[in-house]
T-cell receptor, first 113, second 113 residues
């Protein structure tokens, strides 16, 4: 079983739609949860960083964590064509005595004007 | 305010040659992380280094791959006797202390022909 599962998509939605991106994980040792955005031919950039269960909002982006279900989500409201990118979830925790950052496969998102 | 700098952006090598990838961390950052990204896949951790020390190389293939981060100069990821399966994007990230890498470079895309 993979440590982090993320639907690779691709996901295509019209401009203005609400987008939901999700990851599930198996190890409760992961305590920090990040979402990165990666444009084509670019490195990932950190979008959201959260620790506790619940919601964290930043502009049009909301990160949601449910530690009991081991499920994290990123919601994008009023999606724009400029949001078209690959979104990667990443989980940070101490696994077997070492700090590990594990990435999901990434979901390719296209917002159609 | 330079970010993480990687060069070259693109590297083409014939099978059996050596590939040398360079990464200059953000100013003030002494921790460097290398990741590999295959097409349609997430980032896979390779190695974590501090100045003059390899801290965690659990993601590095046992043969042909090595990394260093000397006291002066950039971090180097070296791949000897490259094979077609080494073709990937290699990303470097840095942080000011042992933590999750927040700043990524734009990557080096290695193509082995």
């Amino acid at each position: 079983q993979k440590e982090v599962e993320q639907d690779p998509g691709p996901l295509s939605v019209p401009e203005g739609a609400i987008v939901s991106l999700n990851c599930t994980y198996s190890n409760s040792a992961f305590q920090y949860f990040m979402w990165y955005r990666q444009y084509s031919r670019k490195g990932p950039e950190l979008l959201m960083y959260t620790y506790s269960s619940g919601n964290k909002e930043d502009g049009r982006f909301t990160a949601q964590v449910d530690k009991s279900s081991k499920y994290i989500s990123l919601f994008i409201r009023d999606s724009q064509p400029s949001d078209s990118a690959t979104y990667l979830c990443a989980l940070l925790g101490v696994i077997q005595g070492a700090q590990k950052l594990v990435f999901g496969q990434g979901t390719r998102l296209t917002i159609n004007p | 305010n330079a970010g993480v700098m990687q060069n070259p952006r693109h590297l083409v090598r014939r099978r059996g040659q050596e590939a040398r990838l360079r990464c200059s961390p953000m100013k003030g950052h002494s921790h460097v992380y290398w990741y590999r990204q295959l097409p349609e896949e997430g980032l896979k951790f390779m190695v974590y280094l501090q100045k003059e020390n390899i801290i965690d190389e659990s993601g590095m293939p046992k043969e042909r791959f090595s990394a260093e981060f000397p006291k002066e100069g950039p971090s180097i990821l070296r791949i000897q006797q490259v094979v077609r399966g080494d073709s990937a994007a290699y990303f470097c990230a840095s942080s000011p202390r042992r933590a999750d890498p927040t700043g990524f470079g734009s990557g080096t895309r290695l193509t082995v022909v």
